[in-house]
């Protein structure tokens, strides 16, 4: 069992920057691989980033490519998303999860555990 508790979303403007971060606690945080997810009102969830166990393997969608890195520290149990340049299109609930696989066209069926999510609204 994985734990996972996301925080740092909120109201931005266009633009703007927020850095999300997800703590983990339960199995060996260090041995698994890590998503972001968002999920926008009528939408579905899509994959937003991925990150391999040892952080040196990381995925990205082109929606965030070179806006968003995501980054993990396994000594604080946390992987993060630091997301710039804003669009409102952003705006969405974001999920970290635990995933078996987090390269090529990642779905959420490839992840095991998330957490309740943490809002992002973008506005104009």
């Known amino acids: 069992q994985v734990q996972l508790v996301e925080s740092g979303g909120g109201l931005v403007q266009a633009g703007g920057s927020l850095r999300l971060s997800c703590a983990a606690s339960?199995?060996?945080?260090?041995?698994?691989?890590m998503g972001w997810f968002r999920q926008a009102p009528g939408k579905e969830r899509e994959f937003v980033a991925g990150i391999g166990w040892g952080g040196g393997i990381r995925n990205y969608a082109d929606s965030v490519k070179g806006r968003s890195t995501i980054s993990r520290d396994n000594a604080k149990n946390t992987v993060y998303l630091q997301m710039v340049s804003l669009k409102p299109e952003d705006t969405a609930v974001y999920y970290c999860?635990?995933?078996?696989?987090?390269?090529?066209?990642?779905?959420?069926?490839?992840?095991?555990?998330w957490g309740q999510g943490t809002h992002v609204t973008v506005s104009s």
């Open positions: 999860a635990a995933c078996k696989r987090v390269l090529g066209a990642v779905d959420a069926g490839a992840c095991e555990y």
């Open positions: 339960g199995r060996t945080f260090s041995s698994i691989g």
